[in-house]
């Protein structure tokens, strides 16, 4: 069984959320889902990142106040 990427990850903890959540409150369940993974602004950074990139592509919406559905 293939190791899940962090995006496919990520995109699991917002389609699995009863509510929009923050990017910020996803990036903390991905950490600590991923204990390698550092808690760092940068990585912080990075996962907005993909998280911007699936609502480009249409796999997750963003709501006015700025959160992830």
């Given at each position: ?5 962090y995006a ?45 990139r699936f ?15």
């Amino acid at each position: 069984m293939a190791k899940k990427t962090y995006a496919i990850q990520l995109l699991k903890i917002v389609k699995d959320s009863k509510k929009a959540i923050s990017y910020e409150q996803a990036a903390k369940s991905l950490k600590a889902s991923n204990p390698l993974l550092q808690d760092t602004a940068k990585n912080t950074l990075g996962i907005k990142n993909i998280l911007e990139r699936f609502v480009e592509i249409g796999t997750m919406s963003k709501t006015k106040a700025g959160n992830y559905k």
